[in-house]
């Protein structure tokens, strides 16, 4: 699974923006798909991750209610929407795949996702 990172940029606090990840390759409609973040200077973390059925979903809790993970099978990609936008949100984001077991495996942990996208800037401006 090759996959690619779209639709940083910059918002206000409060403000909203959607990332883009799109893949190429077979499997995907039985991979896990997570998004992980890094600031400058702070280790990455996890932020979402949804089943490759798309009916499981989890998130970080600093961003529960705010960020909306979503996936279109049909067109190999997924989406995070981000509302409600703070100063600490900005980093790097990058989505990566995981080989699902069952259609509602979700991971949290970086090192399960072998396959990972280059990562897009958003930042929010105070």
């Known amino acids: 699974v090759q996959l690619q990172a779209s639709g940083g940029g910059l918002a206000q606090t409060g403000g909203s923006l959607r990332v883009s990840c799109a893949a190429s390759g077979r499997t995907f409609g039985r991979s896990v798909i997570g998004w992980f973040r890094q600031a400058l200077g702070k280790e990455r973390e996890f932020v979402a991750a949804?089943?490759?059925?798309?009916?499981?979903?989890y998130y970080k809790d600093s961003v529960k209610g705010r960020f909306t993970i979503s996936r279109d099978n049909a067109k190999n990609s997924v989406y995070l929407q981000m509302n409600s936008l703070k100063p600490e949100d900005t980093a790097v984001y990058y989505c990566a795949a995981g080989v699902a077991v069952t259609g509602n495996d979700v991971f949290l942990q970086g090192g399960l996702y072998p396959y990972w996208g280059q990562g897009t800037q958003v930042t929010v401006s105070s």
């Open positions: 949804i089943s490759w059925s798309g009916a499981n979903t």
